[in-house]
């Protein structure tokens, strides 16, 4: 996949695969990368992404993937300041560790996994990345339409790329019900 000259959208990375992933493309010639983080750490990422790749490639916008509206101004502020981003890269993961049910040694009532945690996982880990997905390939179509193009065409240049991200901790481990 050629990625160079190419704007990418990155959550997740202010830390973990998010992080590496966002080094990798500036050291191979994305024009950008978007950083989107919950944390304060995504900005220190860009700075150092920056400082690595010897030039101001790496952006960093701070807030909550899981919400639409954050979601959008993503990508205008993205589609603003370089162009349309046609590689996404929603690797930002949770996992909230706890036993399916836990019997209380003491009572012996049994705790059941939290309802509020199990859909935190979901909202985070898997319908927050469908919709980044879903984001970047409505972008690139009102791209298209805007530039009098019609529908893609498997030999011209790539037009998009998403990646989607597993990890280790798919393997599963005690305690990892949600995830």
Not at 103 to 112: A, Q
Not at 126 to 153: N, S
Not at 156 to 162: K, R, S, T
Request: with cysteine.
């Amino acid at each position: 996949m050629n990625i160079k000259n190419r704007v990418a959208m990155i959550t997740g990375g202010g830390s973990g695969i998010g992080h590496a992933v966002a080094l990798e493309l500036a050291n191979r010639g994305a024009r950008a990368v978007v950083l989107v983080d919950l944390s304060d750490n995504v900005h220190e990422v860009a700075k150092e992404i920056n400082k690595e790749a010897g030039r101001a490639v790496a952006d960093s916008i701070q807030g909550d993937v899981t919400k639409d509206d954050f979601r959008r101004h993503c990508f205008d502020v993205a589609t603003e300041k370089f162009e349309v981003p046609r590689i996404c890269i929603p690797a930002a993961g949770i996992a909230r560790d706890a036993l399916s049910v836990k019997i209380d040694k003491e009572t012996g009532v049994p705790n059941i996994y939290a309802r509020e945690l199990f859909e935190q996982v979901l909202e985070i880990n898997l319908v927050a990345p469908t919709y980044w997905a879903l984001e970047t390939i409505a972008r690139i179509a009102q791209q298209r339409f805007r530039d009098g193009l019609g529908r893609w065409d498997p030999n011209e240049d790539m037009q998009g790329a998403i990646v989607l991200i597993g990890s280790v901790s798919s393997q599963g481990n005690k305690g990892q019900l949600s995830y």
